[in-house]
């Protein structure tokens, strides 16, 4: 499958609740400035901003598949790339950084991406010994609601777009891949929306992308409108799957 290519701006407009889950997530590194952070999954560098301001003395490694994305954070990082280095990469496949790292950080991205233990080894391989990854992503029992409005409307809920894992298969991965003190949760975090216009421009722009992707661009508002209509309220339930380990 090609790699989703996001609408960064309409993205960046949208009351996400990313926000406030890539500030906990870095809470998590307890950081302590000076270190260099890997993001897997960076965006439109929405997290690598609270990581800058977290790291006065750091620097961020910030990798993306998405051009349209990584240019959203060079603009928006314009005055401060001086400590960042962009990485535009297919996250599906290892990867190989110049440098070990000192910590890690992925919000949102797991889940996109099909292969958990090449996402985990890559992660172990960058950083140091003694490292913290601190990750989370939608997990297993993420957006049903929008899956079972997907199998009603086209009979197909979407699963081949999505990896949704549990924290038993979660947890062996990250014990392979050679991580230790491992704490793996299933948090659930609905978010609210607007009715009409707000929620079908999330459901466009954040869930629904890699399906509109396929579809001719005549047919894909009608699509998330009908989705929109049978899901009827304006709740994503999101459960989250949030990853705290050290590397070994």
Not at 21 to 34: K, Q, Y
Not at 59 to 79: F, I, K, N, T
Request: net charge negative.
């Amino acid at each position: 499958m090609r790699l989703v290519e996001w609408d960064a701006c309409a993205y960046d407009q949208l009351p996400l609740p990313h926000r406030r889950w890539g500030s906990a997530t870095i809470r998590r590194l307890r950081l302590a400035g000076e270190e260099t952070v890997l993001e897997l999954g960076c965006g439109t560098g929405r997290d690598a901003e609270l990581l800058l301001d977290a790291l006065p003395a750091g620097r961020v490694v910030a990798v993306d598949g998405s051009a349209h994305m990584l240019a959203q954070l060079r603009h928006r990082l314009a005055g401060r790339m001086d400590r960042i280095t962009v990485v535009h990469a297919d996250l599906r496949e290892p990867l190989t950084l110049d440098e070990q790292v000192d910590a890690a950080l992925s919000v949102a991205t797991l889940h996109w991406l099909p292969d958990h233990d090449v996402v985990f080894q890559t992660v172990a391989a960058s950083l140091r010994p003694g490292g913290r990854f601190a990750a989370e992503a939608g997990g297993a029992g993420n957006v049903d609601r929008v899956r079972a409005a997907l199998r009603t409307i086209t009979g197909d809920d979407g699963g081949r777009w999505w990896n949704f894992a549990g924290v038993e298969q979660t947890t062996r991965r990250l014990q392979h891949a050679g991580f230790t003190d491992i704490t793996v949760d299933l948090v659930p975090d609905f978010a609210v929306l607007d009715g009409g216009e707000q929620f079908e421009a999330y459901l466009a722009t954040v869930v629904l992308g890699a399906q509109l992707r396929e579809l001719p661009a005549q047919h894909r508002h009608p699509f998330v409108r009908a989705v929109a209509r049978e899901m009827g309220e304006p709740v994503i339930d999101y459960v989250r799957l949030k990853i705290d380990a050290t590397r070994a």
